[in-house]
């Protein structure tokens, strides 16, 4: 059902030539809709918090959220 799960997730690629860049993506697992994605020079915390802010700004309230976060130490 829509609204009920949010994925998100991000993906290392050569983006632009030379330039290394994770994109993270936030999306509605029932549907694919895309709803927030940003460029970030590495998947963390901030990003995966932004993320969910603006979705929650844009979309509203969801149920719960899956995310297989990425932590470097």
């Known amino acids: 059902m829509p609204g009920m799960m949010l994925h998100q997730d991000a993906s290392t690629h050569l983006w632009v030539p030379g330039v290394y860049w994770d994109l993270v993506v936030t999306m509605n697992d029932a549907t694919s809709e ?13 990003s995966s918090m932004f993320g969910g802010q603006q979705v929650l700004e844009r979309q509203g309230l969801f149920c719960s959220l899956y995310d297989d976060l990425q932590t470097r130490l």
Do not use: I, N, R
């Open 34 to 46: 895309h709803y927030f994605m940003v460029f970030v020079d590495e998947e963390g915390t901030f």
